[in-house]
């Protein structure tokens, strides 16, 4: 999973007003300053899952701080399968 795959991800679950917000580097903004919130998150968690079929537990997503600690997560997990 790549940053821009996460990108696409965030911006599906959170909608289009969250577009300008995601534009840059945001690979280690935290969450709170992109304007996500724990349901975003467990709606993203969620849309991995099944994109990607990485199960990320719904206390696990809210304990992630930033898109990169995400990335990492999903990509050790995809390495390791």
Known sequence: MTT???RRVLIEC???AEQDVLSGDIADVEFDDLG???LALMETAARI???YG???P???IVELRTPREVLEL???SLAQS
């Open 58 to 60: 719904d206390e696990r």
């Open 14 to 16: 959170a909608g289009e």
């Open 54 to 56: 990485v199960q990320i």
């Open 4 to 6: 821009e795959d996460l």
């Open 74 to 76: 999903v990509n050790n």
């Open 36 to 38: 996500y919130d724990s």
């Open 49 to 51: 899952a099944q994109d």
